[in-house]
């Protein structure tokens, strides 16, 4: 299959939700602007993609869980305004632009990451008979959104709380902040990298085969996948921040040796770190041989996190 495709189709699928969503203006007009700064910039999607590729390998249709998967996007854009503020990473661009509270001040930015987080727990729990936000493709098809059990979408508020919150990305983030200037150390950077960016990616591809009631052996096949792919992500984030350039990411190089920020290379050195995406990579495509072909999509996307250069 054609995996960049793939993400294009599925990632504009996402933007149109997105920007249907905040189309309608709501005051205070400033932190509208503010949020659809951010949020609608030139984003990857890809936990929202994984939600859908996920909810596909266990034989439902993506567009039915639109409003679950881009929830996961708000959680991700929340986190990054409120990261590059001035007391936490302080950085001034983000996704090839001026980052929000540069644009914003810091105080609408705050808010702004606030809001996106509050308002995609009111995203997760939108049922078919309530969202208005068809595609033109889904309306023409005829496909009508299922209507999800409560039960399912209270699983998925507290996947997503548990990944997001005080034992997830926030301690990720935490820890992060932390152990600027420590000493390496192993365990310490396995908790930074499993909670700041494995934890939210998990509970991303786990969404799917809760919202499928695929079963309990495909959710633990499932969650492997996600766990690796996760330390793959954010491990490739750490080579990155070494080898790519400001045009390729959006954002600084080099920032976090000049932060002594705890990572992969810095710990491992940059061969091993290359090394350890291949291993995760391996067991995340291993882990998926309870799926047939439609699993195929996350099994290119593993391929791609490892050789992406954005």
Known sequence: MDVKAYLEEKRSIINEYLSSYFSIPFLPETLHESIKYSLLSDGKRI??????????????????????????ELIHTYSLI????????????????PTNHKVFGEAIAILAGDALLTEAFMMLTVCAETTP?????????????????????????????????????????????????????????????????????????????????????KLQAITQYGENIGLVFQIVDDILNIVGTTRETGKPVGSDSQKHKLTYPAVYGLESARKQTDVCVTRAIDALKVFSSEADPLREIAHYLVKRRT
């Open 47 to 72: 936990r929202p993609i994984l939600v859908m590729a996920s909810y596909e390998a266990c034989g439902g249709h993506a567009e039915d869980i639109l409003p679950q998967a881009a929830a996961l």
């Open 82 to 97: 409120h990261d590059d503020l001035p007391s936490m990473d302080n950085d001034d661009l983000r996704r090839g632009r």
């Open 133 to 217: 936000f068809l595609s033109p493709k889904t309306e023409a098809a005829g496909i009508s959104r299922k209507k999800f059990r409560q039960s399912s979408l209270l699983k998925t508020v507290r996947e997503v709380a548990a990944a997001a919150g005080l034992h997830g990305m926030v301690a990720g983030q935490a820890q992060d902040i932390l152990a600027e200037n420590a000493e390496p150390d192993r365990e310490i950077l396995d908790f930074i990298h499993r909670h700041k960016t494995a934890a939210l990616i998990t509970a991303s591809v786990r969404l799917g085969p809760i919202l499928a009631n695929a079963g309990k052996r």
